[in-house]
């Protein structure tokens, strides 16, 4: 059974830093990889879509990275900006359809 | 670009009630997926369906109910409701074998009394 964990649980940076926010698999046997922004009560975006072939892919100050052997990817954001706070969740699709999602990263950027 | 819509967005209803919550795909894309998101939890996946027909089922309770018509748009039928079931109900679609990329709709914030 696929199950996805997101470290941390929460992250607090200041306005202008770099950061990573890290999710994990334990079926690598994945279709692809999707990260999501959520804001409070509200609806996803989907922020980035990695295919099992690729190993990053790449949307403005977003960078995500894939390494389906080991069951990891990371979600870069640089220069992170006050806007940025919300909680990113990534969720893994196992060739079914349905994704199955971690817990989220509550990301605060203070100004 | 038309989005994934859901109606109601908020619904109140009692114990022991039935819900109907609709879902409208974007144009095009054949496959709906339903998800519930509890309050401070994960979205987790409850059913979806492949061009009408149901293609997987998760952990959907027997008082749950879901189809997908001709025209693609789908509904969850709810009923005996309980508290438990309140909660976030987000509908996703997408096109199989053309975009992988699931789309969420706004969702269905249900408020069982």
């Known amino acids: 059974k696929q199950e996805v964990t ?8 200041p306005e202008g830093e770099n950061l990573v926010l890290n999710c994990s698999f334990t079926d690598s046997a994945i ?14 975006t989907s922020l980035l879509l990695i295919q099992s ?6 949307s403005g100050r977003l960078n995500a990275s894939l390494d389906k052997s080991s069951g990891r990817s990371t979600l870069y954001i640089a220069a992170s900006q006050p806007g ?19 817990q989220g990263t509550e990301l605060s950027v203070k100004p | 670009a038309a ?11 009692e114990k022991r009630e039935t819900a109907t919550l609709k879902c409208y795909p974007i144009p095009r894309h054949d496959t709906v997926y339903w998800y519930q998101q509890g309050p401070g939890q994960d979205p987790q996946f409850l ?34 409701l309980e508290l438990g079931d309140s909660a976030l109900y987000f509908c ?6 053309k975009t992988d990329t699931q789309y ?10």
């Not at chain 2, 989005?3 to 209803?13: A, N």
């Open chain 1, 6 to 13: 997101q470290i941390p649980a929460a992250l607090s940076v």
């Open chain 1, 31 to 44: 279709y692809n990889l999707q990260w999501f922004r959520q804001d409070p009560g509200k609806g996803l």
């Open chain 1, 53 to 58: 072939s690729q190993r990053e892919q790449t």
């Open chain 1, 84 to 102: 940025d706070s919300a909680t990113y969740l990534c969720a893994v699709n196992n060739q079914g359809g349905k994704l199955i999602f971690g």
């Open chain 2, 3 to 13: 989005g994934v819509i859901q109606s109601p967005r908020h619904l109140i209803k």
């Open chain 2, 47 to 80: 059913i979806s369906f492949y061009e009408k027909m149901q293609s997987d089922k998760g952990s959907i309770p027997d008082r749950f109910s879901a189809q997908q018509f001709s025209d693609y748009h789908s509904e969850l039928n709810m009923s005996s």
């Open chain 2, 92 to 97: 996703a679609s997408d096109l199989t074998g």
């Open chain 2, 104 to 113: 969420f709709g706004p969702g269905t914030r249900l408020t069982v009394l």
